[in-house]
């Protein structure tokens, strides 16, 4: 029999705090991130093709579920994340506002793909040249479509701006002021 | 069908409920909206919106050259792109006028189908999603992961491959791709006999199909249908027998039918043209064994880009490659209509050129967004989740609905 | 019967049906083209709808070309019909002016030109008499302008980022 390897999966480590025997204390934030980060619920608001590389991510061989995000949430109220996927166009871009306003604090954008980020290969008078010209995207992923490693690295970033964020973010002016810069109340 | 009556008072005017399914809906497996008059689960009208995904594609092609063409045909049907740009290759040796070698045209033959496998996995699996069965879709999805790995080896791309060029392909197969293909023909009948097994013959889910979205064949043909929504309808229009394109004459295979035209029909339709797929597929690579080995294009080299090796070694070579990337070199003028079976049905691509470096005129004669006209006739009557069904039966790929 | 034939037998009957409302008949890369007078094609294609020799029930597709060089022709409608047991494809023609732009629908014969039409109407500007539903299908609906037309460019005409001198326009 050989020998046994070393195993190479890392637990991950715990945030500073203080332990003792049946309790952790530490920061509130901490905590909090951790639970936000390693459960988003996903809304993918799939228009084209990149709607089928994310078919291709949520299923077995690139299993989205993993991270926390087995269900996805088509309703707004119930979605952390807004996962921009495809193409969007003028037409469509005050649908998207909407369903981005439904959603409740925290909440995340994710622009996959080129079109969603900038309007991709179609400088056209009916794309919108990106989201992040009617919403506050927090992270773009560049592909035509993105493969489903980079999805993953995508959300793995979204993981970490949850996880980083202060409880206190999302009520200070300045992000009331970012929102007001977008038209959004 | 039965409309709920009100027992309480005697209730002589009925108002019906208007109910917004979309633009995003998490049944809709693309963005468009239908405003559906109903009453109590069952509904009266139906009125779609589409233009969700406009991206001004004939508008785009006038501006492009020919090379530049094939990314976005990759984007109208995207779930089987290889078809859609073989169709628009073809399209334009059509118009030039040159003649493919056979073992080129195999090849071709061997993408085109594993595109229309691979499309028809979707749909499939899909609507098996849409009637509650998640499992089939996480099993035969797999397939389509080994698809995209046949991909990736022969071009580079998983989803929109732009793959081939005018006069053939860029490049041979691979002894990679061989084993992956020979791998790949394998495993994919058991998996897909596995799939049938969940749903083919599942009680609940024929109760749930039959009967579900119907079309007769007249109407069909009317509205113009065409691919396996028509061939469920009993009509056996496949382009790949009507006007043979690119050595299907060949090829021995059948055409699927149904009859009452519903969703069971088109599943089972799709169902069987995957087999029929397989099939073309082992034929193609045991003709290929017959053909010349090494040849995976025409000499065409006005439009053939060079192999890069050349292009920095001869003269000749580069000024071809020169031209061609900068659009220079002589484009016949001519009027051209060539049509493939694309997943969805006739994909047709109708090209003007006047000798200029960029189409005059292009025009895509879009399967999809013909035959999406008749989802109102369709769901009159029928009710709510049936109409989602029917939606999804129908294989309605927004890319091509708006292009 | 194969396509010179089929393109002569189209031809007298057309001929004997419309007399002058038809106007040229050839060959055009495999495809029998009839060029046809704008006011008459909805009558034109239910005869070969009608008739029981030709019976092109099948309507492939319809598109729009503006030749904006042609003064008098601007715009021409092109229509493909098939007639599916026998195999025959053909291809009708229209040209007009841009200053009438009134084109019989052919919805009451093809249920499928409903859509293609509104396509043509939105792209062109093409008036189809007699539509069930003539409004814009893909654009957004309070567009001002018909943008396949050749004098409107592709891009959007309000975008201020974009440096036309790093774009090579």
């Known amino acids: 029999m050989s020998s046994i390897e070393k195993s190479k999966i890392e637990i991950a480590k715990a945030p500073p705090g203080i332990e003792g025997a049946g309790f952790f204390a530490t920061s509130l934030d901490k905590a909090v991130g951790i639970a936000r980060s390693n459960s988003l619920w996903p809304l993918p608001f799939a228009t084209s093709c990149c709607g089928i590389e994310f078919m291709a991510t949520m299923a077995s061989t690139y299993d989205l579920a993993r991270f926390g995000s087995e269900r996805l949430s088509f309703s707004p109220r119930q979605a952390d994340l807004l996962m921009v996927m495809g193409t969007i166009s003028k037409k469509l871009a005050p649908v998207l506002l909407q369903v981005y306003e439904q959603m409740a604090e925290p909440k995340w954008v994710l622009s996959m793909g080129a079109c ?35 999805v993953l690295d995508g959300i793995m970033q979204i993981q970490k701006l949850a996880q980083s964020e202060t409880i206190r973010r999302r009520d200070s002016p300045e992000y009331t002021a970012m929102l007001n810069k977008y038209g959004i109340e | 069908m039965s409309i709920a009556k009100n027992t309480s008072t005697d209730i002589i005017e009925k108002e019906y409920t208007t109910l917004n399914l979309g633009p995003t809906h998490p049944a809709t497996h693309g963005i468009f909206q239908n405003v559906l008059k109903m009453d109590g689960e069952v509904i009266m009208e139906a009125e779609s919106t589409v233009g969700y995904i406009h991206r001004a594609f004939e508008k785009l092609a006038e501006r492009r050259p020919f090379y530049q063409i094939t990314p976005i045909t990759d984007r109208l049907n995207y779930c089987s792109s290889p078809i859609n740009n073989m169709g628009w290759h073809m399209t334009v040796e059509k118009l030039i006028g040159v003649e493919i070698p056979k073992r080129v045209q ?132 496949d382009v790949r ?80 490659h020169f031209k061609i990337v900068m659009g220079e070199t002589e484009i016949p003028k001519g009027e051209v209509y060539h049509a493939v079976e694309g997943g969805n049905g006739e994909l047709g691509y109708y090209l003007i050129s006047d000798g200029g470096r960029t189409p005059y005129r292009l025009h895509f004669r879009r399967p999809c967004f013909i035959y999406y006209q008749a989802f109102t006739e369709m769901v009159k009557g029928a009710m709510l989740s049936d109409a989602i069904l029917t939606m999804s039966s129908m294989n309605v790929i927004a890319g091509e609905l708006d292009a | 019967m194969d396509n010179n034939s089929l393109l002569t037998t189209i031809q007298s009957k057309l001929m004997s049906q419309f007399g002058n409302d038809f106007l040229s008949a050839e060959l055009v890369a495999d495809y029998p083209t009839f060029i046809i007078k704008k006011d008459r094609i909805a009558d034109v294609i239910r005869f070969l709808y009608d008739d029981t020799e030709l019976a092109f029930q099948y309507l492939t597709t319809l598109a729009t070309i503006h030749y904006p060089d042609n ?99």
């Not at chain 1, 290969?121 to 493969?147: A, E, K, M, N």
């Not at chain 2, 079309?215 to 509205?223: D, G, K, P, V």
């Not at chain 2, 027998?241 to 299907?248: G, T």
Request: include cysteine; proline fraction near 6%.
């Open chain 1, 116 to 150: 969603a980020s900038s309007g991709g290969i179609f400088d056209t008078y009916s794309v919108l040249q990106g989201i992040d010209r009617i919403l506050p995207v927090d992270v773009y992923i560049p592909g035509c479509p993105p493969r489903p490693e980079q």
């Open chain 2, 106 to 237: 195999y090849m071709r033959v061997i993408i085109m189908e594993l595109a229309r496998i691979a499309d028809h996995v979707i749909c499939n699996s899909v609507i098996g999603v849409d009637t509650g069965a998640m499992t089939g879709f996480l099993y035969i999805f797999q397939m389509r992961e080994r698809i995209y790995e046949i991909y990736e080896e022969l071009c580079g791309a998983r989803l929109t491959t732009n793959i081939g060029r005018i006069g053939g392909l860029e490049r041979d197969f691979s002894p990679k791709a061989w084993d992956l293909l020979d791998k790949f023909l394998k495993d994919f009948p058991p998996a897909l006999k596995e799939f049938e097994n969940l749903l083919m013959r599942n009680r609940i889910f024929m109760d749930r199909t039959i009967g579900c979205g119907p079309i007769s064949a007249e109407r069909a043909l009317n509205y113009s249908f065409s691919g396996p929504n028509l061939r469920a309808a009993g009509v056996d229009y």
């Open chain 2, 241 to 320: 027998v009507m006007n043979p394109y690119s050595s299907y004459e060949e090829f021995d295979f059948i055409i699927p039918l149904g009859t009452n035209g519903d969703t069971y029909d088109r599943f089972m339709v799709r169902e069987q043209e995957m087999w029929e797929s397989v099939s073309i597929i082992k034929q193609a690579i045991e003709k290929i064994k017959k053909e010349p080995k090494g040849v995976f294009h025409a000499d065409v080299p006005e439009f053939y880009l060079p192999p890069k090796e050349e292009v920095y070694n001869n003269m000749e070579a580069l000024i071809y």
């Open chain 3, 71 to 169: 003064q008098g022709q601007e715009f021409a409608v092109m229509y493909q019909l098939h007639n599916l047991p026998k195999n025959y494809r053909i291809r009708l023609k229209i040209f007009f002016s841009v200053n009438d732009l009134t084109v019989p629908s052919i919805t009451s014969v093809f249920s499928a030109a409903n859509w293609m039409e509104r396509q043509e109407y939105d792209f062109f500007g093409i008036q189809f008499k007699d539509h069930p539903n003539l409004k814009r299908i893909l654009n957004m609906d309070d567009m001002d302008y018909h943008p396949m037309r050749k004098e409107y460019a592709l891009e959007d005409a309000t975008r201020e980022d974009k440096d036309d001198k790093m774009f090579g326009r």
